[in-house]
């Protein structure tokens, strides 16, 4: 069944000309789902119970299903592993800390990618996305929070998948989040994370989103950075940059990147300077992070002391760095640490 959630505003104007109702309410139930959350169309009162029923008979509302859930010792994270339609799993997370509620989402079951060091990438690649699967991820935690009184503040794009291999449907969801007749979530408020596929960047620079682009670098020298992220064979370092350079120019954003610090591996004052060398110029920030653990990868995070060192080593090169907490780590919500293969590894509560 056509679920609600991958309808285009203009596609439910179809479907309701179609289906002989007026136009006005295509507004009332875009409204009625997105900005108000109803959880289906019999939630939407401001439409007639005949239209309630129609549309409950022939699209589908929902398509997760949550089967477990798991919450951080300090209860300020929380992990949902839902089933989607044909059985798939992926994971969604919500971080709740200080006045900052942020969800961090999936693209894709698995991922393609193979990064040495991320529980998704070990997994491997089982499908994309759809839109709609996507944006259910959000309205899940929207609706909750809702509830609570509380409301969602920011979407990362960094939980299973990744979000440039999946391109046009990860782009409609965002659009669909942003439309001001529906959820109306800002853009700057989302933020996408790529392992760095050059022609993706590029074409997102090109339709000039005014969404948060952050890049995983991890290394930068190819040897290193092909070791960890195998991508890098296919777009090394020197592609990346062009195409994170000419972002920059075209939309006048700063980039983030992301490295996660592994012990003796990418923590080393060499490893800042060439970062330095790419970076020259370029309006950035570094989020380096210690690396969580995870079951096939051997390396280790970095000390605390290291990474006040790496982080040092960048700035005394006019790099902008922050040292990130680990979140989450506990119920392996943490960055990396997203995987259903044996998703049965979360911890159960309640
Ligand atoms: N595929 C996208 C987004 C999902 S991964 C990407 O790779 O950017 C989100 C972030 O977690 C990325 O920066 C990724 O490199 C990082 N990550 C993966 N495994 C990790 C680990 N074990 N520890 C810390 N960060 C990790
Ligand atoms: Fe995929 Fe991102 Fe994990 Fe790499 S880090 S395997 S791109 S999810």
Redesign the pocket.
């Known amino acids: 069944m056509l679920s609600f959630y991958d309808l285009t505003f203009e596609q439910l104007e179809a479907l309701l000309a179609e289906w002989e109702q007026p136009r006005y309410r295509v507004l009332q139930i875009w409204q009625g789902v997105y900005r108000d959350l109803a959880v289906g169309p019999g939630a939407i009162t401001t439409i007639p119970r005949a239209l309630r029923e129609r549309l409950q008979a022939e699209l589908s509302f929902g398509s997760l299903k949550p089967r477990m859930e798991a919450k951080s010792s300090d209860g300020q994270t929380r992990k949902i592993l839902f089933e989607l339609s044909d059985g798939r799993e992926i994971e969604t997370v919500l971080m709740g800390y200080e006045a900052r509620r942020t969800t961090c989402i999936s693209t894709q079951a698995g991922?393609a990618?193979g990064?040495v060091?991320?529980?998704?990438?070990q997994m491997g690649f089982r499908r994309h996305l759809s839109a709609g699967e996507i944006v259910e991820q959000v309205l899940w935690f929207a609706r909750e929070l809702k509830a609570a009184d509380d409301h969602l503040t920011n979407i990362v794009?960094?939980?299973?998948?990744?979000?440039f291999h999946n391109y046009e449907a990860t782009l409609a969801a965002v659009d669909r989040l942003n439309d001001a007749r529906g959820f109306n979530f800002g853009s700057r408020r989302i933020t996408i994370?790529?392992?760095g596929l050059v022609p993706m960047i590029e074409r997102f620079a090109a339709e000039k989103r005014q969404v948060n682009l952050?890049?995983?670098l991890?290394a930068a020298t190819d040897d290193l950075r092909t070791e960890l992220l195998p991508i890098n064979k296919k777009y090394p370092l020197a592609k990346l940059f062009a195409a994170v350079r000419h972002y920059c120019d075209e939309t006048h954003r700063r980039v983030t990147f992301?490295w996660?610090l592994i012990e003796g591996k990418n923590d080393t004052p060499e490893q800042a300077r060439a970062l330095a060398l790419w970076a020259k110029g370029l309006p950035c920030h570094v989020n380096v992070?210690p690396?969580?653990?995870?079951r096939d990868?051997a390396g280790q995070a970095t000390t605390r002391e290291r990474a006040a060192a790496f982080k040092a080593a960048l700035e005394s090169h006019g790099i902008p760095c922050t040292i990130r907490v680990r979140r989450g780590i506990d119920i392996n919500a943490?960055?990396?640490?997203l995987a259903v293969e044996d998703g049965r590894r979360a911890v159960v509560v309640d």
Request: proline letters at 6%; hydrophobic letters at 35%; aromatic letters at 6%.
């Open positions: 991922c990618m990064c060091f991320c529980a998704t990438g794009v960094m939980g299973m998948g990744e979000p994370s790529t392992v952050a890049v995983s991890h992301e996660a992070i690396l969580n653990p995870t990868y943490g960055c990396g640490q």
